[in-house]
């Protein structure tokens, strides 16, 4: 059975797809979501293994505004005011991921969104190079569409080429049950959230828990990178560094053998010093991370893929490198940003995906990116800027990644919201003679300091007085692409931007002068 062209055929109804297929129905797209579970989200209805999710939930935050307090609420998606948001439905700071489903099954039914539940796409395939897609599900219904989005997220393990890895126990299928690792030696492959998460939950029944991975650990608090190792899933670290039998181990894993009396030996090398040891261990659990499917496309229409294998490669609009039409939705888009800002995740690509289908009606609709007229006048218009960056959520939650763009006109100034930059600059908006953009960002090398550390704090005070390491705006100026002068706004404890001489004059100031206007009497706003 096949139906008549769609313009977007959506695979996946997970927090990405559900995004999508509300801002196409609000556009009056024609589309459909294809979704392989019975709810929407039905990869939370398993992961986190250990139930526990680290997107922060935090309904009790002083703000008044509903942009503003989204800075706090990782996890709802962008919508009607009508609809409850997250923080509606549990205030565990960190959630679990059961309230997750329920919130977006209800989100879905609320907007009454175009999703077919129990029905896995089993073949992409196409019709000529620039022809339809054909899209084919178990059911063996076949339909086409001119555009696919691929909103699947991670969807399936990924298995690192170790020898007799496939003999481990991974951490989509391990067991929950803890009591069957009372008193055994347990190995963890993987340095990640999940690995962690799984060795705490462990810890008050494994004898000895090791684990293992080749990169040093990276904490989020020092980073800035969520994706990095959370203070939440760290308990672990103290059982090691005060000697309580576990070990965080450099190393690589050369084989993994499972003996026949159901244990394991495993050899491994050493990265701090040249030496390989075997180990005995009763469990091997594989917590090595997830990695896109790619096994549904046919060859003539199969995304290039990078980064192990396991990421689409995608161009500044999220469109496969080498499949025209093919555009990807929700965490896979972090390949564009990977380990440094937050496309991996909901508070992160919810406004991804805003982005998404104003590009897609930019490139196919013609409809243009809206944008609303500012004065150009210098005081007025750093009262609209400083108005915008006081609430903004998307600047805020994609720092550095996403940007507001101001293009300069004569007369006025048009301001462009919730910009990818790569896209700014490799699309026609970066052709302008001279155009601004907001955005907010750490000083660079704010990962390089601890920031528990008082003495390096005040020595680096010290060095770059005038800079700021803490999440700030940044105003910059450019030339048809070209970066033509920057302007930093000072860190607050509060990010509020509205002190009359340390953040307003020095803004009015210098829009007078990358503007070439006249500022008001004493440079003050009128």
Not at 207 to 223: D, F
Not at 290 to 295: G, I, P, W
């Amino acid at each position: 059975m096949t139906h008549k062209p769609l313009d977007y055929l959506v695979i996946g109804a997970g927090p990405a797809g559900v995004q999508l297929a509300y801002f196409l129905k609000r556009a009056h797209r024609d589309h459909l979501v294809l979704e392989a579970g019975p709810v929407p989200g039905a990869f939370y209805r398993k992961f986190p293994r250990h139930r526990q999710m680290i997107s922060i939930n935090k309904p009790y935050c002083g703000f008044d505004d509903p942009d503003q307090k989204l800075r706090v609420d990782w996890n709802s998606l962008l919508g009607d005011d009508d609809m409850p948001r997250f923080t509606r439905y549990t205030d565990r700071y960190f959630p679990h991921a059961d309230d997750y489903v329920r919130y977006l099954a209800d989100f879905a039914a609320h907007h009454e969104l175009d999703i077919r539940y129990d029905t896995r796409v089993t073949e992409v395939a196409r019709q000529g190079e620039r022809g339809p897609f054909r899209v084919t599900d178990e059911h063996g219904t076949v339909r086409t569409a001119r555009r696919v989005v691929v909103a699947t997220g991670f969807s399936r393990a990924y298995v690192p080429p170790i020898p007799g890895i496939e003999t481990a126990e991974s951490y989509t299928d391990m067991t929950l049950d803890r009591d069957s690792f009372t008193d055994q030696r347990v190995l963890i492959i993987g340095k990640g959230n999940s690995g962690f998460e799984t060795a705490d939950h462990l810890i008050e029944r494994a004898a000895v828990i090791h684990v293992l991975g080749p990169s040093s650990i990276k904490l989020a608090w020092k980073t800035h990178f969520i994706g990095h190792l959370r203070a939440v899933n760290s308990n672990f670290l103290d059982t090691y560094q005060l000697k309580a039998q576990n070990s965080v181990l450099d190393a690589t894993v050369d084989r993994v053998e499972k003996l026949p009396d159901g244990g394991y030996e495993v050899t491994l090398t050493y990265l701090r010093r040249d030496e390989t040891v075997r180990f005995r261990y009763d469990r091997v659990l594989a917590c090595t991370g997830f990695a896109m499917d790619a096994s549904i496309f046919a060859p003539e229409c199969r995304p290039e893929l990078t980064i192990k294998d396991r990421f689409p490669a995608l161009t500044s609009s999220w469109e496969s490198v080498n499949v025209p039409d093919l555009y990807v939705a929700g965490t896979l888009t972090q390949v564009r940003d990977f380990k440094k800002y937050t496309s991996a995740f909901i508070h992160g690509f919810r406004y991804g995906v805003r982005a998404l289908t104003r590009m897609l009606d930019r490139r196919y609709e013609r409809t243009e990116w809206p944008y609303r007229a500012l004065p150009s006048d210098p005081a007025r218009l750093a009262d609209a800027v400083l108005a915008r960056l006081a609430t903004t959520s998307a600047l805020w939650q994609q720092f550095t990644f996403l940007c507001d763009l101001l293009v300069v006109d004569e007369d006025n100034v048009r301001h462009y919201e919730e910009m990818p930059v790569d896209y700014l600059h490799d699309s026609d908006f970066g052709q302008h003679d001279s155009y601004l953009t907001l955005t907010f960002e750490y000083f660079p090398g704010h990962d390089q300091l601890d920031p528990f550390d008082i003495a390096a704090g005040r020595a680096w005070e010290q060095e770059h007085r005038h800079d700021d390491r803490y999440l700030h705006p940044v105003v910059r100026h450019f030339h048809r692409g070209e970066v033509v002068s920057e302007h930093r706004l000072k860190e607050n404890l509060d990010n509020e931007w509205n002190d009359p001489v340390v953040h307003v004059k020095p803004l009015v100031e210098y829009l007078a002068d990358t503007l070439g206007r006249p500022l008001t009497t004493g440079g003050e706003r009128r």
